[in-house]
């Protein structure tokens, strides 16, 4: 017969008590609390047992485990001191803490608590996987463990060789991990990478993987372009409290010398503020700069409020300097509330353009814009009564093309369908615009100043009869679609000004629409029919193929829409637009305008996005044919980028922009990157092509080093 399996031992660890005071064994179920430590039991868990009563010690051996609260020590041996209170281990020592780190070490001196002690050839494994070790150690409360001759790193060892120095790593004589403060720090360190040392620093202090927000110096940055020269930062971040703090982005570049940026940040319980500024005197001795800032609060259910102010010193400014710049600069301040069915807003917008050919008494300042919706509750017929109505005033001090604008659009509407698949929509309305205008340009070369407006009523009809089969386990969809709207001849008399509907593009996206303008400003007039055939092929997923293509008749020659257009006449250019996406690995989209007369296209746009982590591309390619009277040029542009993750550590990046029609390189970006677990290494090269003003094209060159857990460094 087998022999019974050894029964692993339990047993509360007996207190510490004088000598006068010690209970028998037998009672040291019930410890009291020691030295005015909390009453937490000690509990104690081993294969063997013994009590030597005479020296007042236990011993244990064997998969010994202690826990104390939410801490617990393993290890092979221990022995326990009453009289001391003092734990001896050694053999395999693990020490479990409620923070999530582990503490390993080859012999332990602590107490019973297991807070306080000395450690030889301890190893720590920090929250975030990053690791400490030393020879020897002293922790203190359970807070601060001090190590000597420590060694910091979060890259994983070689699995082929574990004795091999990791990536890098910080040695230093001291290593301080202080909890309370939430960090390490270190006396005479090195930073060695593969084991070579290439940093020293007498002190060098960074928080603990804890710590999300804390005060201090953020890695610097160096880096340079053959427009600024040599540039050099040095942030520092700084935490108010839980819900604010700043960042302040001291730079100094060698032809302009020093700036300053400030990004501030608030939380709100109910909203959240977030501000970016920047100054410099030039090497001219002209001050630039900047502000960004946008706010936004949430007043009550219904209301909330906020602002979007965004202004530079000059246009070119944000572009010289790194900072995000579009065209035109816009500011905005509002309030919007939102209550069942219905949504009103507030708004106030001003604008600065930075673009080399605008004219700045052009930029209008709207003050305010008010918009109204709502939407009806189904009524007895079946349909819904909307109602769209908006405010707008636009000054400019300049010029004096003042607007002031006062829109009402009622309308109703109902959807019809029956056992055969016809989907009937019917939609009427009636828009009433009021203006108050002054000098408002008009063909004929006089300025109207005055009152005008126009009352629009519309009807319009549309059809679809969509239709579906299967092919095998794909499901293939045909759908007829058939609209017709009914409106008077006109809209859009020259006392009108065009405020919000300058520019449009006819495509696939508003074949349909009852106005195809965007804003409000400017009617399509005229009876139209408009139509056209959708069709699909989809797997069970949802990939496939889609393609629709369409047209419009119009019974009236609208000359609101310039030669060129593709509306300028009765019969419209065709429209259409193809999408393939079979897999993960291949998405391809295609719109485009096609002239009626000739069939020459008058617009090409195409996006594709195709490959594999190995190799993966994107491309787009865009083509607009210059419209007749418009503001707006011609364009032909590819743009390309490519991506290979050639292993799992290395990829590759590039992107290039070429203005086709110019026969001219927009932009170029290179990078080819590095990372695993401890480290990011990038870099990049950048060449602009374009010159605006005091911008000239500029060459760029940055080496990125990211050190996990620590922080970055740009060369």
């Known amino acids: 017969m087998a022999a019974p399996a050894p029964v692993r031992q339990t047993s509360p660890l007996p207190p510490p008590t004088t000598a006068a005071a010690a209970p028998p064994a037998a009672d040291a179920a019930t410890p009291a609390a020691p030295n005015g430590k909390p009453d937490i039991p000690v509990n104690l868990l081993a294969d063997e ?15 010994v485990e202690i826990t104390y609260g939410d801490r617990t020590l393993l290890a092979d041996k221990i022995t326990y001191s009453q009289d001391t209170d003092i734990v001896q281990a050694s053999g395999n020592i693990t020490i479990l803490e409620p923070s999530g780190e582990t503490l390993f070490a080859d012999q332990i001196t602590i107490t019973g608590d297991l807070k306080d002690g000395l450690v030889r050839n301890i190893g720590v494994i920090l929250a975030d996987r990053s690791r400490l070790a030393a020879n020897g150690a002293k922790r203190s409360g359970a807070v601060v463990t001090e190590l000597r001759q420590g060694v910091y790193s979060p890259c994983n060892l070689c699995a082929d060789d574990p004795d091999a120095p990791p990536l890098w790593q910080i040695k230093a004589v001291r290593v301080i991990h202080d909890k309370r403060s939430k960090t390490i720090e270190y006396r ?34 160096f880096g340079g372009s053959s427009d600024l020269g040599f540039v050099t930062r040095l942030p520092y971040f700084y935490p108010f409290d839980d819900t604010s703090d700043v960042t302040a982005i001291p730079a100094f570049s060698e032809s302009e010398g020093f700036q300053l940026t400030l990004d501030y940040r608030k939380r709100f319980k109910e909203g959240k503020l977030d501000t970016q500024v920047s100054g410099i005197n030039d090497s001219e001795g002209d ?48 309030a919007e509330g939102f209550r069942g069915r219905n949504y009103l807003a507030v708004n106030a917008y001003s604008f600065q353009d930075q673009r080399a050919d605008a004219d ?14 709502h939407v009806g509750e189904p009524d007895r017929f079946g349909g819904n009564v909307n109602v769209d109505a908006s405010l707008l005033v636009v000054s400019r001090d300049e010029s004096g093309n003042d607007t002031r604008r006062l829109s009402v659009r009622p309308s109703w509407n109902r959807r019809f369908s029956d056992s055969i698949g016809n989907l009937v929509s019917f939609s009427t309305g009636l828009w009433a615009d009021a203006y108050h205008v002054n000098n408002v340009s ?18 319009s009809l549309d059809w679809r009869f969509p239709l579906i089969s299967q092919l095998g386990k794909a499901s293939q969809t045909l759908e007829p679609i058939v609209n017709v709207v009914a409106s008077p001849n006109g809209g859009n008399p020259a006392k009108i000004p065009n405020e919000d509907s300058q520019e449009f593009e006819f495509d696939d996206t508003n074949l349909f629409d009852v106005n195809r303008f965007g804003g409000i400003d400017r009617v399509e007039g005229g009876t139209r029919v408009n139509y056209g055939l959708k069709w699909g092929l989809f797997s069970p997923s949802g990939r496939g193929l889609s393609v629709l293509v369409g047209q419009t008749y119009r019974f009236h020659v609208d000359d609101t829409f310039a030669k060129g257009s593709g509306l300028e006449d009765d019969l419209s250019d065709i429209v259409a637009s193809a999408r393939i996406n079979p897999s ?11 002239a009626k007369d000739g069939f020459s296209a008058r617009r090409h746009q195409v996006q594709l996005n195709a490959g594999v982590p190995l190799l993966r591309g994107t491309a787009s390619y865009v083509f607009f044919e210059e419209p007749d ?82 922080g970055q460094i740009s060369f």
């Open 49 to 63: 047992m013994s009590f030597d009563r005479e020296n007042r010690v236990v011993s244990a051996f064997g998969n």
């Open 188 to 221: 005479d360190a090195w930073l060695e990478v593969y084991g070579y040392p290439v940093l020293y620093t007498p002190y060098f202090i960074h928080p603990d993987p804890s710590v999300r927000r804390k005060a201090g110096f953020l890695a610097p940055g």
């Open 287 to 334: 001050f630039r700069g900047h502000i960004f800032t946008e706010g936004l609060w949430d007043i009550n259910k219904t209301w909330r409020a906020g602002f979007d102010v965004n202004r530079a010193t000059d246009d070119t400014y944000l572009r010289r300097f790194g900072f995000d710049s579009p065209p035109v600069l816009e500011s905005r301040v509002f």
């Open 360 to 373: 700045s008494i052009d930029s209008p300042l709207v003050l305010p814009l008010v918009e109204f919706s």
């Open 442 to 459: 008009r063909a004929n070369n006089t300025d109207f100043t005055g009152v005008t407006g126009r009352i629009y009523p519309y009807a």
């Open 584 to 594: 993960q690995y291949l998405d391809l989209g295609y719109r485009t305008q096609i």
């Open 629 to 710: 009277n418009s503001e707006f040029s011609g364009r032909e542009e590819l743009a390309l980028s490519l991506s290979s993750q050639v292993t799992r550590n290395w990829r590759v990046n590039f992107h290039g922009v070429r203005d086709m029609a110019a026969n001219e390189m927009r932009s170029l970006v290179s990078d080819l990157v590095y990372e695993n677990e401890c480290v990011v290494i990038s870099t990049r090269f950048s060449r602009t092509f374009f010159q605006d003003r005091d911008l000239q094209p500029t060459d760029a060159f940055t080496i990125n080093l990211l050190l996990k857990t620590l």
